[in-house]
């Protein structure tokens, strides 16, 4: 598996695990699952230098909610998706 094949899986579980904490909480704060963002962010920077989007996407902190947390998530999914060729 490549690395635009392993962002791409990566960015569909955190986002799958963090979307209903946040829905629950969306003011609670991310705490460590930041470092796991940030690491899968700098993967994703790697793997996708050409999509703005990923690029311009900002870090996470511990104090960020979790709301933030899944709109960047969002926002990574989205541009990742847009890679994708559909077959009808």
Do not use: C, W
């Not at 990566?10 to 609670?28: F, H, I, M, Q, Y």
């Not at 920077?45 to 104090?63: D, G, M, V």
């Amino acid at each position: 598996m490549g690395i635009k094949e392993e962002v791409k899986s990566e960015v569909v579980t955190l986002l799958s695990t963090l979307k209903p904490l946040a829905e629950r909480n969306p003011d609670g704060p991310v705490r460590g699952a930041s470092e796991d963002f940030n690491h899968l962010l700098a993967r994703a920077q790697e793997a996708y230098p050409e999509l703005k989007a990923i690029q311009q996407t900002s870090q996470l902190f511990n104090h960020d909610t979790l709301a933030t947390a899944v709109t960047r998530l969002a926002i990574i999914h989205g541009a990742i998706l847009s890679t994708t060729t559909f077959v009808a």
